[in-house]
C-alpha cells in the first residue's frame, strides 16, 4: 500500500480456502492517509468476494496490516466521522455474508 495526499495505490488476493489464487485486484483509489487507504482496499475485497458467490461455500478471512484500520471497522467509536458513509457499505456489505473473520498480522 502507497498513500501520497490524496492518491493511493492497493491491491490484494483473494484465495480459496486452500490458499490457492483466484482473484487478484489492485489499483489506485482516492484516499486521505495510508489508514483511510487500508479501509477502502476492505471495502474492495469485501465487494469482490461478493460478486464471486464464495460466501456460502467459503468464510471471508480477512488480514489487514493496520491494527487501526480494524478497529475502525470493527468497533463504531473508533471511527472517523468524516468516514460515516463508507462504514455504512462496508457494514451492509458485510451483513450479507455468511461468515468474515478478521486476523491481525503482526
Known sequence: ?????????CGGVLRDEKGVVCALFSGLIVARGSEMAKIIAIKIVVE????LSWQVKVPLVIEPSSCVALEWVMKRNYRSWTLRN??????CDI????????????
Open 1 to 9: 500500500m502507497i498513500a501520497l495526499e490524496d492518491e493511493a495505490g
Open 95 to 106: 451483513n450479507q455474508l455468511v461468515r468474515v473473520q478478521f486476523i491481525v498480522i503482526h
Open 86 to 91: 463508507l462504514f455504512i457499505d462496508i457494514e
Open 48 to 51: 469482490l468476494y461478493i460478486g
